[in-house]
Nanobody, 116 residues
Framework: QVQLVESGGGLVQAGGSLRLSCTAS????????MGWYRQAPGKQRELVVH???????NYADSVKGRFTISRDNSKNTVYLQMSGLKPEDTAVYYC??????????WGQGTQVTVSS
């Protein structure tokens, strides 16, 4: 069983920055890919960005140029640097990890609130 521990959410003014981190622990599998999703009130969960073990990334158009994902494979940790935050970025951000066996794990979520 993989446990994902997230940190770094909070309240920030529009234009500000936040850094999220997520560490996958107790994993007996290889973590093939990790990523961040978000869910705003009344909306479906959506992809923010995804990164493979090889470092290939896939960003949502809405965050390109503002958000940057990075990964430390030795620590099974992924970081999300968010800059130029907008009120529409307000959501619960969830970390996701995909094992090389096709299993999917989710973190508990961390709240990001951007005030205008």
């Amino acid at each position: 069983q993989v446990q994902l521990v997230e940190s770094g959410g909070g309240l920030v003014q529009a234009g500000g920055s936040l850094r999220l981190s997520c560490t996958a622990s107790r994993s007996s599998f290889v973590i093939a890919a990790m990523g961040w999703y978000r869910q705003a009130p009344g909306k479906q969960r959506e992809l923010v960005v995804h990164i493979t073990r090889a470092g290939q990334t896939n960003y949502a158009d809405s965050v390109k140029g503002r958000f940057t994902i990075s990964r430390d494979n030795s620590k099974n940790t992924v970081y999300l640097q968010m800059s130029g935050l907008k009120p529409e970025d307000t959501a619960v951000y969830y970390c996701r990890a995909d094992s090389d066996r096709g299993l999917v794990y989710w973190g508990q979520g961390t709240q990001v609130t951007v005030s205008s």
